[in-house]
């Protein structure tokens, strides 16, 4: 029908009004995103003058770039004590699928079964193994002892979204990462959601791919540029794909500097695509 092809901008179609941010570099100076904090402000008013009421910052963790949670937190609390308006700000990040995550992902595995042993210990090993010397009491037990010893470094991860049950996740554009199954299963069985960032921007991932990905619990994240051709001809269809699938669950900027803004606030989208998009900027995971 002739009125699906009407044509309107993301910033006309108000769909930006009360939407949710899911994904930017917009905390200053921590990754290649966002430098100064003026910047940032300044990005803030922009996005509150837009409507959009919730804002995740999620900033790159991996091996090139290897934020720790703590300093993030600190930088985050910095850009809070700047910032007067009225969005809403969350501080997650964004994990590229890499021997750096594994680490964390081990660390974190570490410290769970080490829980889980002391709990089947049932302090039959925990007991005999405690060692009192003056005033202080260690425990050696081996059981627990074995699983805190694998548990090195960070194991401080930052999820995303309102339950905390989510860890958005990136790889290279063009080639599949090592061991990305086993990296995926494993963001699972810690508890989590593998959400996985701009699905349409990776070269190496086929149609069959998305399904299969989407079928085994992978969540996906739209980048609103890639409907606005930002990233060439391929990507936009492939967005178009992933959205006429029903494939995608929320949506984000991924911006990095102010110029990206009007990229998205300009970008055309029919109306029936308006409908769908305006979904997943509203929707929370
Ligand atoms: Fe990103």
């Known amino acids: 029908m002739w ?10 179609s108000g769909i930006l009004q009360g939407a949710v941010d899911h994904h930017s570099h917009i905390l200053p100076g921590v990754d290649d995103g966002v430098e100064t904090m003026d910047e940032a402000l300044r990005i803030l008013a922009t996005y509150e003058a837009l409507g959009i ?36 700000l969350h501080l997650a990040a964004e994990y590229m699928i890499d021997n750096h995550l594994r680490k964390l992902l081990n660390a974190r595995e ?15 090993w925990h007991e005999q ?5 003056g005033s202080k009491t260690t425990n050696n ?18 999820p995303i979204g309102t339950a905390g049950k989510h860890i958005l996740v990136e790889t290279s554009y063009y080639n599949s990462p090592m061991r990305m199954d086993e990296t995926l299963q494993q963001i699972k069985s810690l508890g989590y959601f593998p959400l996985l960032a701009h699905p ?19 969540k996906f994240q739209l980048n609103l540029a890639s409907l606005a051709g930002g990233y060439g001809k391929t ?28 990229i998205i606030t300009k970008c055309e989208l029919r109306e029936k695509v308006v409908e769908q998009v305006e979904k997943l900027l509203h929707d929370s995971i």
């Open 53 to 88: 009421k919730e804002l995740w910052l999620t900033p790159h963790i991996m091996e090139d770039i290897p934020n720790s949670a703590e300093k993030l937190a600190t930088r985050f609390d910095e850009l809070k004590a700047a910032y007067s308006g009225n969005i809403q």
């Open 235 to 262: 990507v936009k269809k492939k967005a178009e794909w992933l959205l006429a699938n029903g494939l995608y669950n929320i949506a984000g900027s991924d911006l990095h500097c102010e110029d990206t803004i009007e």
């Open 110 to 124: 570490g410290d769970k079964t080490n829980k889980l042993r002391h709990s089947q210990c049932e302090g039959r």
């Open 200 to 218: 349409e921007r990776y070269m190496y991932l086929d149609n069959t791919d998305y399904l299969k990905l989407h079928s085994q619990g992978v």
């Open 141 to 158: 037990c081996h059981s627990c002892v074995r699983g805190a010893s694998e548990a090195e470094g960070d194991n401080n991860l930052l």
């Open 129 to 133: 193994s405690e060692v009192t010397e």
């Open 3 to 12: 009125f699906w092809n009407k044509k309107h901008t993301i910033a006309a």
